[in-house]
């Protein structure tokens, strides 16, 4: 299996009938399954295909990854916009606070020393 997917900008710069084309060419184009499925698929071909016959220029390339970024500091800043009442709650509780994320399942456990310091800064 595979998954993908393309997006077309067209600068401010681009005239009418080479705007018109495009979305015309987009309408029409074949959706992507299509071309995933192909045993000659590569993101050049798509990108010739989808610009046939139209000057184009390739500003960046890089290179695409599955992964989560969460990390507990990150973690600890959405923690850090909940209202004071609600960190006391949490502290109240006295057995931290136990975190999944939803993307990727990695566990964080906020320890009550960590909500206090967030409750002191806020």
Same mark, same amino acid.
């Given at each position: ?24 060419? =987009? ?15 590569? %993101?050049? =071909? =798509?990108? @010739? ?10 500003? %960046?390339?890089? @290179?695409?990854?599955?992964?989560? $970024? ?5 973690? !600890?800043?959405? !923690?850090?916009? =909940? ?11 006295? &057995? ?10 990695? &566990? ?5 020393? $960590?909500? $206090? %310091? ?5």
């Amino acid at each position: 299996q595979a998954a993908g997917g393309f997006v077309v900008q067209l600068l401010p710069e681009a005239e009418r009938p080479a705007h018109m084309i495009m979305t015309q060419r =987009l309408e029409d184009f074949p959706p992507i399954e299509t071309w995933l499925e192909r045993d000659d698929f590569s %993101a050049d =071909l =798509l990108i @010739e295909e989808i610009c046939h016959g139209m000057p184009f220029t390739e500003l %960046a390339r890089s @290179e695409i990854r599955f992964g989560c $970024r969460c990390d507990e500091t990150i973690l !600890l800043g959405s !923690l850090s916009t =909940l209202s004071r009442s609600d960190l006391e709650e949490l502290i109240a509780d006295e &057995n931290g606070l136990e975190i999944d994320c939803d993307y990727c399942g990695k &566990n964080y456990h906020i320890a009550v020393e $960590r909500l $206090r %310091a967030l409750l002191e800064q806020s």
